[in-house]
């Protein structure tokens, strides 16, 4: 059994072994605010034995963003009435494919995680219902916590969850800790370094981070990825500018070659003006052999 461990002020996190994903449990007399609920029933069933061994209040639900392993719960964690927040491009995506996007997840995930994979299958998606746009506060019992979209990076719909009197920021997947940054093929790689420096603006000196997967880092560990983040918009700007190979430019980059093809494709794709080598058949949406799997 995984439990929660408090960082801070009555700001709780439980780190869950499968894809080492993190929910942040943020509690105050009255209420209590669960950001992201891993990826099945049975692990849903798990956090919310986990959050009644800490509150038995009513919660209040954010997704930090639309992948799986961070709102496959929420139809098991959410009763009737529950508010579940995310960004507005985060529910749209949720509503468009929630039909098909279990089966889909099933077959990707089959060969390497069975066991996830099956309980994928059998999800039923709960798009979430209170959109953020920019901006939003949600009052838990007397605690503001702020939730900002800060531009695009790892999704379009990047939600970041600020405690301020605590002093902690979740960062979602914008941030990752024991892994490179997970760049799929709803990223925005020539974005993403924007988004974390704004973010970083919300970080005091001694504030702890959050990330979507890994252990809490602080402002210090933030700052030296975002450098890395910079570092690959970069070498894709000069690769597009130079008629470069993805694999070239890929096996440059700060995260390693593995991790960083998907975003050097989708960098070559959204950079304005024709790529000198573009073929339409390197620019695909598909998955990309020997690419990490996307979180
Ligand atoms: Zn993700």
Do not use: K
């Not at 072994?17 to 692990?43: R, Y």
């Not at 719960?73 to 509503?95: C, F, K, M, Q, S």
């Amino acid at each position: 059994m995984t439990g929660f461990r408090e960082i801070a002020d009555r700001v709780y996190v439980m780190r869950y072994p499968v894809l080492d994903v993190n929910v942040t449990l943020v509690t105050s007399p009255g209420a209590a605010l669960v950001v992201d609920t891993l990826s099945t029933a049975a692990q849903a069933g798990e956090l919310a034995d986990a959050i009644r061994g800490i509150t038995r209040d009513p919660l209040i639900i954010v997704n930090t963003h639309h992948h799986f392993d961070h709102c496959f719960g929420n139809a098991t964690l959410a009763g009737a009435g529950v508010p579940i927040w995310a960004h507005e491009d985060a529910v749209r995506e949720l509503r468009e494919r929630a039909g098909s996007l279990p089966q889909d997840l099933y077959e990707r995930w089959l060969p390497s995680e069975p066991e996830l994979a099956a309980g994928l299958a059998e999800v039923t998606v709960r798009v979430p219902d209170r959109l953020v746009g920019a901006r939003a506060t949600v009052d838990v019992a007397g605690r503001a916590v702020a939730l900002h979209h800060l531009g695009r990076g790892h999704t379009g719909g990047d939600l970041v969850v600020h405690v301020p009197d605590a002093g902690v920021t979740l960062a979602g997947d914008l941030v990752e800790q024991g892994a490179p940054p997970s760049y799929g093929d709803d990223s925005y790689p020539l974005e993403w370094p924007d988004t974390v420096a704004a973010m970083l603006r919300l970080v005091p000196p001694d504030g702890i981070v959050v990330p979507g997967h890994g252990a809490p880092v602080d402002r210090a560990f933030v700052r030296a990825q975002h450098e890395q983040l910079g570092e690959l918009e970069r070498l894709i700007r000069e690769g597009h500018a130079d008629g470069a190979g993805v694999l070239d430019v890929a096996a440059r980059s700060p995260f390693g070659a593995e991790a960083s093809l998907t975003a050097v494709r989708r960098g070559y794709a959204s950079v304005p003006g024709r790529w000198p080598g573009f073929r339409p058949c390197d620019m695909g949406a598909g998955p990309v052999a020997g690419a990490a799997p996307v979180r």
